[in-house]
């Protein structure tokens, strides 16, 4: 799937834009993998997710787990944009007084787990899904999952268990960027075939761009994909999408930026603007 | 021991909706009545113990009551990050219960056998680490996990231990239990050492020595008020646990009379595992007593450390 050349509209490049600013004022951050999810996280908080800002432990919510934490720079940004929280707190990204850390916490409000080490989030995904399901809630679990993450085993533990339990109201998203911090996943550990390995769990498997808004929206508005099943949808990504030279770089990991890449990061997001 | 603390929980979980028990493929028949009665909230499940603990947390976030069991490596070593991570930064009621705490499985060797639990479980802020002495406290204890804030670690004995605490004592979280008086010694023990403890203090009354006994069922938070005011009448005090001597009861006590800063001359040891894996097998008892932990090792230890306190007061 082409996803490298999907274009972006305006308002994910702004998503982006903000992005950048939290990086340059911190100082630090994990753009590509925020990047990758810009789409998804975008579409969950605009068209899919039910949720009360004013309330963000509303009993009728939508659970959503950033399972892969690290991209938490693309969820503070809605987040703040939904009104969550003061935008003023995406400034202070990462300060010792800062409500915005590294990794997602539950003291920010909208997110239900704290996450950061990998392989958590599926397995308390799942943990709601049953508590909804004794509960008889409607309410749907979406756990957003990395590739590198899934090297991880509690991942297939959490898959075999949802499998059996046939959590139909369980939504994995998995951001299928293929490269994770040290090269290509599959140089480190290839995970193909991807969409076999879910099946032969008991899900249902969907395969979209997940940079194509259309694309995500309609996927993640008719589910359960199969009554009966869990659902995967696997988002085709680029790590580091909609900055060029940032895109399947893995220097862009975990990066300390200069003041010339912040400029070109910049072009590339807005035009020749700079930072706010 | 097991059996008891299981069927709390299926009574408990009888009256109240919130309570849910997950097995990691426990023994068959584990808890027939509670999958009968109560399917709903009960879930024996693979041997997957990170991803358990991950299910338990999730469940508790979503205000359910959880009360996991598998054995007690698994449910601590095996899923620690899970537990430090998924229940112990949320703070989340789950409580997970260690079948064979210390050498219950010594004959099946040191992947089995559970000495580093409890020093594993003190690390995490807000963990409370539970370690009764007999199924009759153990009765008395699991109540009181109900509404307790956040997790809670249950470390069980064989079974069939004999019973050494008071039917009659309601059991409190945090609470230290005086269990014998005497001013020439005191022995602090957890768990199932209660029992050589309170032994090895009769044996050192027919000698003449006086030795208190406090029981400490809960590791942590730790009765520091009970066990300072004990402390500072004692010229010789003991820790006896089930439990490598680094982390446990005893790195706990240590702490604590260290900080208190003593003017009186005194003397410590703790009694345990001496930061060795067990290379026997045996029984739980045989393998006790061949690693230092009996009554006549606190009986012995005693003597010495007054000898030695003798000395230093010269």
Redesign the interface.
């Given at each position: 799937m082409d996803t490298i050349s999907t274009k972006l509209d305006k308002r994910s490049l702004e998503l982006r834009k903000q992005i950048v600013n939290m990086m340059k004022k911190a100082g630090k951050g994990h753009p590509a993998s925020a990047f990758s999810i810009v789409e998804i996280i975008r579409v969950l908080y605009d068209d899919i997710l039910k949720y009360n800002p004013k309330n963000p432990k509303w009993a009728l919510r939508d659970r959503f787990i950033l399972s892969k934490g690290h991209g938490c720079l693309a969820l503070y940004v809605i987040l703040a944009e939904k009104g969550f929280f003061p935008k003023e707190e995406l400034d202070r990204f990462c300060a010792l007084d800062g409500l915005l850390g590294g990794h997602p916490e539950t003291k920010i409000p909208g997110v239900e787990v704290a996450t950061g080490s990998l392989g958590h989030g599926l397995a308390v995904g799942i943990g709601m899904v049953l508590a909804a399901r004794y509960d008889k809630a409607k309410h749907k679990v979406f756990v957003l999952i990395g590739d590198g993450e899934s090297n991880e085993g509690a991942i297939w533990e959490g898959a075999l268990l949802a499998g059996k339990h046939k959590l139909d109201s369980l939504v994995v998203i998995q951001d299928y960027n293929k490269c994770q911090s040290y090269n290509r996943t599959c140089e480190v550990q290839d995970l193909e075939p991807l969409t076999d390995k879910w099946k032969s769990f008991g899900f249902a498997v969907k395969e979209i761009d997940g940079h194509d808004i259309s694309q995500v929206k309609k996927a993640l508005s008719s589910l359960p994909l199969e009554k009966g099943k869990p659902s995967i949808i696997i988002c085709h990504t680029v790590k580091g999408k909609g900055v060029s030279f940032m895109e399947y770089n893995t220097k862009w990991h975990h990066p300390k930026p200069t003041d010339d890449e912040y400029e070109q990061m910049y072009k590339e997001v807005c035009g020749e603007e700079k930072a706010k | 021991m097991r059996k008891t603390v299981l069927n709390e929980v299926y009574k408990l979980a009888k009256q109240d909706k919130r309570i849910?028990f997950i097995g990691s493929d426990v023994g068959a028949g584990t808890l027939d009545e509670f999958k009968k009665d109560i399917p709903?909230?009960f879930?024996i499940?693979?041997i997957?113990e990170?991803?358990?603990?991950?299910?338990?947390?999730?469940?508790?976030?979503?205000?359910?009551i959880v009360y996991f069991n598998t054995i007690a490596t698994f449910i601590t070593r095996r899923n620690f990050?899970?537990v430090v991570?998924?229940l112990g930064?949320?703070h989340l009621n789950v409580r997970l219960i260690g079948n064979g705490g210390g050498l219950v499985y010594a004959p099946l060797g040191p992947t089995h056998q559970a000495t580093d639990d409890i020093a594993i479980m003190r690390a995490i802020p807000g963990m409370t680490i539970l370690c009764p002495a007999d199924a009759e406290e153990m009765k008395r204890l699991v109540p009181t996990t109900v509404e307790h804030k956040g997790p809670i670690y249950i470390r069980l004995g064989k079974g069939g231990d004999p019973i050494v605490t008071n039917p009659k004592e309601p059991f409190i979280i945090g609470k230290a239990y005086p269990m014998r008086q005497g001013n020439d010694a005191l022995i602090i023990s957890t768990g199932i050492c209660l029992k050589m403890s309170l032994e090895a203090a009769d044996e050192l009354a027919k000698q003449g020595i006086k030795a208190a006994v406090v029981h400490v069922p809960t590791v942590k938070p730790l009765d520091e008020k009970t066990i300072l005011s004990l402390a500072s009448k004692a010229p010789v005090i003991v820790s006896v646990e089930e439990h490598n001597i680094i982390g446990g009861l005893g790195s706990a006590i240590s702490e604590l009379l260290a900080e208190a800063n003593f003017s009186t001359a005194k003397r410590f040891k703790r009694i345990g595992i001496n930061d060795v894996f067990p290379e026997k097998y045996g029984s739980q008892d045989s393998l006790m007593k061949y690693l230092g932990i009996s009554q006549e090792s606190i009986i012995k230890t005693i003597k010495e450390l007054g000898k030695e306190n003798g000395k230093a007061k010269k």
């Open positions: - | 849910f709903e909230r879930f499940e693979g997957y990170q991803n358990l603990t991950g299910v338990a947390a999730g469940l508790a976030l979503e205000g359910k990050e899970q991570l998924d930064l949320h």
